[in-house]
Antibody, heavy 120, light 109 residues
Framework: EVQLLESGGGLVQPGGSLRLSCAAS????????MNWVRQAPGKGLEWVSGISGSGGKTHYADFVKGRFTVSRDNSKNTLYLQMNSLRAEDTAVYYCAKGLWEWLSEGDYWGQGTLVTVSS | QSALTQPASVSGSPGQSITLSCTGTSSDIGAYDYVSWYQHHPGKAPKLMIYDVSTRPSGVSNRFSGSKSGNTASLTISGLQAEDEADYYC?????????FGGGTKLTVL
C-alpha cells in the first residue's frame, strides 16, 4: 500500500525558513517523480514543485523559484522541500504526491498534508 | 502558463449526469493530451480520477469519464451519488511545469 507522510510544517515568521519532509513507503521510490502541491486557506490546489525519480531534474512554479528547493534521498525514501524567504502568501497546507511516471507527472497518490503558517 | 478556468460551482440531483469543464489555451489543453482531474473532499487527500484526458486509474469508478474538445477538457460524472459531492480540479502537466484550475465545487442536491 502506497503511503506518504508529510512532516515539518509549523508557524514561522516572514523571511524565515522551514524544511518539509515526505516519507514514502509501499512503492519503488526511486522509480517515480514526486510533486509538492499546496492549498492556501479557502483557495484551490496550486502546484509548487516536482522532481524526477533520480533527482536529476527539478521543476518549480515561478512564484517559488529562487526561494524553494526540492530534493530527495532515495536511500531514505524521503522527499524534501526547503523553503526560504517565506512570505505570508506561502501559508498553506502542503501535500506531497507520487507521480505516475519517473518524470514530472500527475500525482496518483497524495499524503494528508502538513500546514505551514507564515505570520509574525 | 495561465491557470486553467473552471466554473466555481455546479450542482445536480442524485442519479443525474453532470459535466464539469476546464478551459485552457491552444498552448496547453489544446496542444497536448495531458489533462488530469482530481476529486478533493475537504480535509482529505486529493484523489486522481482521470489522467491523459480520459484514462481512469485502477479503482476509480467508471461513472467518471474524461474528454477534450479544442481548448476545453471535460469531466462527466454519471449516476450522481451523494459521495460525489466534493471539489474537483483539472490540471495540466506540460514541459516541465504544471498548473491547476481554480476548482469546481460540486453540490449533490
Amino acid at each position: 500500500e502506497v503511503q506518504l507522510l508529510e512532516s515539518g510544517g509549523g508557524l514561522v515568521q516572514p523571511g524565515g525558513s522551514l524544511r518539509l519532509s515526505c516519507a514514502a513507503s509501499g512503492f519503488s521510490f526511486n522509480s517515480y517523480g514526486m510533486n509538492w502541491v499546496r492549498q492556501a486557506p479557502g483557495k484551490g490546489l496550486e502546484w509548487v514543485s516536482g522532481i524526477s525519480g533520480s533527482g536529476g531534474k527539478t521543476h518549480y512554479a515561478d512564484f517559488v523559484k529562487g526561494r524553494f528547493t526540492v530534493s530527495r534521498d532515495n536511500s531514505k525514501n524521503t522527499l524534501y522541500l526547503q523553503m526560504n524567504s517565506l512570505r505570508a502568501e506561502d501559508t498553506a497546507v502542503y501535500y506531497c504526491a507520487k507521480g505516475l511516471w519517473e518524470w514530472l507527472s500527475e500525482g496518483d497518490y497524495w499524503g494528508q498534508g502538513t500546514l505551514v503558517t507564515v505570520s509574525s | 502558463q495561465s491557470a486553467l478556468t473552471q466554473p466555481a460551482s455546479v450542482s445536480g440531483s442524485p442519479g443525474q449526469s453532470i459535466t464539469l469543464s476546464c478551459t485552457g489555451t491552444s498552448s496547453d489543453i489544446g496542444a497536448y493530451d495531458y489533462v488530469s482531474w482530481y476529486q478533493h473532499h475537504p480535509g482529505k487527500a486529493p484523489k486522481l480520477m482521470i489522467y491523459d484526458v480520459s484514462t481512469r486509474p485502477s479503482g476509480v469508478s467508471n461513472r467518471f469519464s474524461g474528454s477534450k474538445s479544442g481548448n476545453t477538457a471535460s469531466l462527466t460524472i454519471s449516476g450522481l451519488q451523494a459521495e460525489d459531492e466534493a471539489d474537483y480540479y483539472c490540471a495540466s502537466y506540460i514541459s516541465g511545469t504544471a498548473m491547476f484550475g481554480g476548482g469546481t465545487k460540486l453540490t449533490v442536491l
